[in-house]
């Protein structure tokens, strides 16, 4: 599967993003366990942020409960991390990821989100 990250770019402290992440595959297949987003800051690793389940279930990295939504449409493939009142320390590469039931993990690029004044 290929997934396209898109949405990313410069915005101030307090600020909104909406990130979009289109698969080559459906995202509402039987095989698929959850559709994700992780997060990667410079010099750290890479965290997780967000998931969605085929069936709709969300979980939440603490440090971005109350200001990050997942959400997706299966009729677009497409999953969306909307994120609100963003922070300084929410700046990083955001990656779209998938994973399988039959354990296929697929990465696609990050899109840079920075959060600075």
């Known amino acids: 599967v290929q997934l396209q990250a898109s949405g990313g770019g410069l915005v101030q402290p307090g600020g909104s993003l909406r990130l979009s992440c289109v698969a080559s595959?459906?995202?509402?297949?039987?095989?698929?366990?959850?559709m994700a987003w992780y997060r990667q800051a410079q010099g750290k690793t890479r965290e997780l942020v967000a998931t969605i389940t085929r069936g709709g279930s969300r979980n939440y990295a603490n440090s971005v409960k109350g200001r990050f939504t997942i959400d997706k449409d299966n009729a677009k493939n497409t999953v969306y991390l909307q994120m609100n009142n963003l922070k300084p320390e929410d700046t990083a590469d955001y990656y779209c990821?998938?994973?399988?039931?039959?354990?296929?993990?697929?990465w696609g690029e990050g899109t840079l989100v920075t959060v600075s004044s």
């Open positions: 595959r459906s995202i509402f297949a039987d095989d698929i366990m959850f």
């Open positions: 990821n998938q994973r399988t039931f039959g354990g296929e993990n697929s």
